[in-house]
């Protein structure tokens, strides 16, 4: 199914705040403890004004969604990171009922064209205990930085260079 992916408006934010709610569930109930729930629907409209967030619908309904910003620092940042070169792709989310059909993969592609023609590096993350997922975006193209200290845990994090 095609996706129609567009910036986030502040009407999205309550439907946005349930997938990501949805999509959490779904996570806890396969064991993986990627994030926590409930999302603030507060946090999310404010991300939504500051034009960090980014809707796709299809057949009329909300299928997902996913964020970015920019990365001035990070404890994981390469060393040869240039300032204001690179963004963060996070909150990466597909309705539990979506998944498996390719549409995670046309939200991480979109995500990685403007990356590109922005010319900026772009960054992301997941627990490194979430082997389906570190798999899925290596077979997305980016390529593996490592395995980091966080908190008490640990994350994968993960690049595609557009210098």
Known sequence: MDLSIQKAVFSDACALTELLNEAT???HRR???Q?????DP???RREITGGRVWSAWGG???AGTFSLRPLESAHWLPGDA???GQWYLYRVALHPARQGKGEGRTLVRFASRLAEAAKKDLYLDCWAGNDTLRRFYTSAGFDTIGI???EDYKIAVFARFFR
Do not use: M, Q, S, V
């Not at 994030?35 to 999302?39: G, K, V």
């Open 82 to 84: 240039k300032p204001g």
């Open 60 to 62: 009329g309904a909300l």
């Open 42 to 44: 507060e946090e999310i």
């Open 25 to 27: 569930a779904d996570l």
């Open 148 to 150: 980091f200290p966080e």
């Open 35 to 39: 994030w926590e729930t409930p999302w």
């Open 31 to 33: 064991g993986i403890r």
